[in-house]
């Protein structure tokens, strides 16, 4: 299991920077993924994380698992809220904020979708549920 959490850090740690230097690289206008094969590998790495984090083996803790889902929630609002052009009307940073916030909601969207699933089963799964489905792993 500690295997699953030290890859699951990684990935998510790979992910963000991926995110990160393309979102400058995009930003900049060096460079623009037309064929999607940059945010194809991050929505493959955020789904890797969020499920290795589904099955408790990945590097999201079930108590930051709120936290997780919240912030993912704001980046992603922020992303779409990015595509509107408001944001990359700011001069000089406007363009990298809207590309950076756009590929790390690319590469976060997939885990928090995965992980919102499994917070609504665990709010409301009852014992009956539980003799039925066996308890996944803390």
């Known amino acids: 299991m500690d295997v699953f959490r030290k890859i699951g850090s990684w990935l998510f740690l790979i992910g963000i920077l991926i995110a990160v230097i393309v979102g400058l690289i ?15 590998l ?17 590097n999201i ?25 408001w944001f990359a009307e700011v001069n000089i940073i406007g363009p990298y904020f809207t590309s950076i916030a756009g590929m790390l909601a690319i590469f976060v969207a997939p885990a ?9 089963w665990d709010a409301g799964k009852t014992k009956e549920i539980e003799r039925v489905i066996p308890k996944l792993p803390k």
């Open 112 to 120: 928090a979708g995965i992980l919102a699933i499994r917070a609504i």
């Open 61 to 85: 803790t079930p108590e930051k698992v709120p936290t997780f889902l919240l912030g993912a929630l704001l980046l992603v609002g922020i992303g779409t809220a990015g595509s509107t052009n």
């Open 26 to 40: 995009t930003g900049a206008k060096f460079w623009t993924d037309t064929s999607g094969y940059v945010t194809l």
């Open 42 to 58: 991050l929505a493959i790495l955020g789904f890797v994380v969020g499920a290795l984090t589904f099955f408790a083996v990945g």
